[in-house]
């Protein structure tokens, strides 16, 4: 099989990771009476433009060496997204528990209170929300657009915030604490206790024409930042 | 559409009728051929579905589909030949040989001539993604011949399918001409002077 070939984040300038689903439908064209049947099928699949701009000298080397290693479309790119729309851990614990609203002193103390400054009889409160990528809580076949997850990351994802299972990548359309409802519908069956990747999205994609290769080799050459065209990859 | 109806399970048909009828109908296109050691139930969807008939799962292929006949017939047509396009088959893409091994594929007649094929459409409820009612037939027939050319760059490998029915019609000395004619019909003296005419006979239909 093709060689899949990580891109450190650092490559990918973050306000230009666009990535949005594609399909192909077919229509006879609008009747007389102005009114059009659309064809369609379950067809979508990842579409990305990625801008490579303002690299590093260090992050240009690497660009040049991952050109080298695609052998044009031959092999595969694996992407990771930022997900700034949801909760997310960056390695940080204070970070983490600030961006989710834990108050200070609640994480001096080891545990939340109720919103009176209540706890419960023995003193205790709530454990503090736990950072671990989600796992998936039941199996699930091929084809389902829900799924149920656990884990705070999980239960409290943003709707349109991105997920992925086994680098298969899927966007939040609704969620009631972990109830997941998304685009597109699962790729691949998934298995209970399955980790589901919230903080750093993954995507494997292929260059979608050679001319998209093209830059990777001659951006020494040709300096101004670089745009790649991609499309999700489904082997796996 | 009477009789496409009636091909529905009979719980599935006020179901297909209103699916039918609305501005955006979700339909798969499959293609099932019946190869000997590993027969494939293809579907243009990238996402497989198990149908209600057969309990088949039509799976997304990787690609192997890459171009569909056009299907036509009707009264006055001879049932002709189809020509799918196939792509190269997945687990060749990082083979040293894989033109040897498309060539071989090619020439194991045994594999595929005379073996079924079959093109269907299946409707889908758009809001469940689910299959409703049984997969509908454009398309039976048996392949026949596959052929493998290399252009520049890429690969074309084309599998020629043929109806039951291909040809009908079309007698077995095909020839328009005198002598033909008179074996089918020894009494018939119309097409005496085809040869010194040399034209292209068309019929008069009275």
């Known amino acids: 099989m093709a060689t899949v070939i990580d891109i450190d984040a650092g490559l990918l300038r973050r306000a230009h990771e666009n990535f949005w689903l594609d399909l192909d439908d077919v229509s006879p064209g609008p009747g007389l009476d102005g009114r059009e049947q659309v064809l369609f099928t379950e067809n979508r699949r990842w579409i990305g433009r990625l801008d490579f701009v303002r690299m590093r000298p260090a992050a240009l080397s690497q660009a040049v060496v991952i050109g080298d290693r695609l052998r044009g479309r031959a092999n595969i790119l694996r992407i990771t997204l930022c997900n700034h729309r949801t ?126 290769w093209r830059p990777f080799c001659e951006y020494f050459r040709n300096g101004p930042p670089m745009t790649v065209n991609v499309i999700e990859v489904f082997d796996r | 559409m009477i009789e496409f109806m009636q091909a529905q399970p009979e719980e599935y048909r006020d179901q297909v009728m209103d699916l039918l009828g609305r501005g955006a109908v979700q339909m798969a296109v499959m293609l099932h051929l019946d190869f000997v050691t590993d027969p494939v139930w293809l579907s243009n969807r990238n996402i497989p579905f198990t149908d209600l008939k057969w309990g088949h799962t039509w799976g997304a292929g990787g690609g192997l589909l890459v171009g569909l006949p056009e299907v036509s017939g009707g009264d006055n047509q001879l049932a002709p030949f189809r020509e799918y396009r196939l792509g190269m088959p997945n687990e060749w893409i990082d083979a040293e040989n894989w033109a040897a091994d498309l060539v071989e594929m090619v020439g194991n007649v045994g594999e595929y001539r005379g073996r079924d094929s079959g093109l269907y459409g299946q409707l889908f409820d758009p809001d469940s993604n689910q299959p409703v009612g049984h997969p509908f037939a454009f398309d039976i027939g048996i392949m026949d011949r596959m052929t493998v050319s290399f252009p520049r760059g890429g690969v074309i490998v084309s599998l020629t399918t043929e109806g039951f029915m291909a040809r009908k019609g079309v007698p077995v000395y095909g020839m328009q001409t005198y002598f033909d004619q008179k074996r089918r019909h020894p009494t018939d003296e119309g097409l005496q002077f085809v040869t010194e005419a040399g034209k292209l006979i068309t019929w008069t239909d009275w």
């Open chain 1, 87 to 212: 909760a997310r851990y960056l390695g940080d614990e204070a970070a983490f528990f600030e961006s989710v609203g834990v108050p200070a002193d609640d994480v001096a103390r080891g545990h939340i209170l109720f919103s009176d400054g209540a706890s419960f009889d023995d003193g205790a409160g709530f454990a503090l929300p736990d950072h671990d990528e989600p796992t998936v809580v039941a199996d699930v076949a091929a084809g389902a657009s829900a799924i149920q997850m656990d884990g705070y990351l999980g239960r409290s994802i943003a709707v349109g915030a991105f997920f992925s299972i086994n680098d298969f990548l899927y966007r939040v359309e609704f969620n009631i604490d972990g109830a997941v409802t998304f685009n597109p519908p699962l790729r691949q069956a998934v298995t209970a206790g399955a980790q589901v990747d919230v903080t750093y999205p993954k995507v494997q994609v292929r260059l979608q024409d050679k001319a998209d």
